[in-house]
Each structure stands twice: as C-alpha cells, then as structure tokens.
C-alpha cells in the first residue's frame, strides 16, 4: 500500500475552515482571470513542441507558488512550402526547353526569393537543392535546406510552328524512355 499526503478538502491546507463561502472563487481559493501574455517563439520550432514558461501556471495549493505554464506549438502551414524536419520543400514549374536546355530561374524562398541553376536534361520529379535556406536549427547553428521539386510543363496549344519544332525534334530523337518496361512482364 502506498500513502499520500495531499491538502485537506474542507480547509484547503489552510488550517481554518470558512464560514461562508466566497462567491468570487466558491471556496476553492482560486480565482479564473485571462491575461494575455507575450511569448518569443524560437526560430525552428516544430510542431508538438513545447515552450515552458515558469511561473505563469496555476497558482499553488495553499498559497504555494505559481507553476510553469507549457504552450503546445502547432505550426501552421503556408500552402507552398512543405517541412520535413529543417527542410523546406516546394514543387516549381519549369518549361520544356527550361528543363532541356538549363536555365536560371527565380524560385520563392522563405526569405524572399533566390536564383536556382537548371541544369541541362533536368527531369520532372527531380530534386535540386538550395543549401542554408530552409528552417533554422533550433539549439544548433545553420539551416535546414530548401528542397525545390521540378514540375516540367507541357503547353496545352501549340502553334503550328511550335507543332512543326517538336514534330521534326521528335522525328530527329531515337530515344526511347520505356525501352526498360520490358523487363516487367507476368
């Protein structure tokens, strides 16, 4: 068997037990108040974390001092950027001949915007890195990195010039990107 020692419930530790009730607190010796308070949200921090701030809890049993109040952080999210651990990740459009050629485009960043090198026969899907421009380290120095997925578009309408292009491109093109689905037969 295990003993504990709380405060009592008809006195509340105080020794003395009140005539009449008090209406502000109904005899617990606690009274409810909003206040609001201003909190420093580290850079970096990540959802489920915690922010402890002490001595902003509850007032203490009998008198006894305040405790710690602990915020739970839920960490909105901003519809373009998506975070994995430090990372940032977002997809950018690229044109064909972008994708095919190389090229240097503008790509938002957390911080405003930055220059991203396309190289020549980037492939939608494919991954290229801004390093040091994700979400910063919590207890650490540096950043995550900003992860930005490559989305090739294709025009909807061509003109008939562009059609021709592409016709004589294809044509000039002996490659073929599904030689290797042979393999995967029943």
Request: some cysteine.
């Amino acid at each position: 068997m295990f003993g504990m020692i709380a405060a009592c419930g008809e006195c509340r530790g105080e020794g003395e037990v009140p005539r009449a009730k008090c209406d502000a607190c109904r005899g617990s010796g606690r009274v409810h108040r909003s206040r609001q308070l201003e909190v420093k949200v580290p850079a970096g921090i990540d959802n489920g974390q915690r922010i402890r701030l002490a001595g902003e809890g509850l007032a203490g049993v009998g008198g006894g001092p305040r405790g710690d109040l602990h915020l739970v952080v839920k960490v909105t999210p901003n519809g373009f950027f998506e975070r994995r651990g430090n990372d940032l990740v977002c997809e950018v459009p690229v044109t064909f001949a972008e994708a095919a050629l190389g090229a240097e485009i503008t790509v938002p960043t957390k911080d405003g915007t930055a220059t991203l090198k396309v190289p020549p026969g980037t492939q939608s899907g494919q991954i290229l890195r801004l390093a040091g421009m994700g979400v910063p380290r919590l207890r650490d120095k540096g950043a995550g990195d900003q992860l930005v997925r490559i989305k090739v578009t294709v025009p909807k309408k061509l003109s008939r010039q562009q059609r021709e292009l592409i016709e004589t491109l294809a044509a000039s093109s002996h490659e073929d990107p599904r030689a290797k689905l042979n393999q995967y037969r029943f």
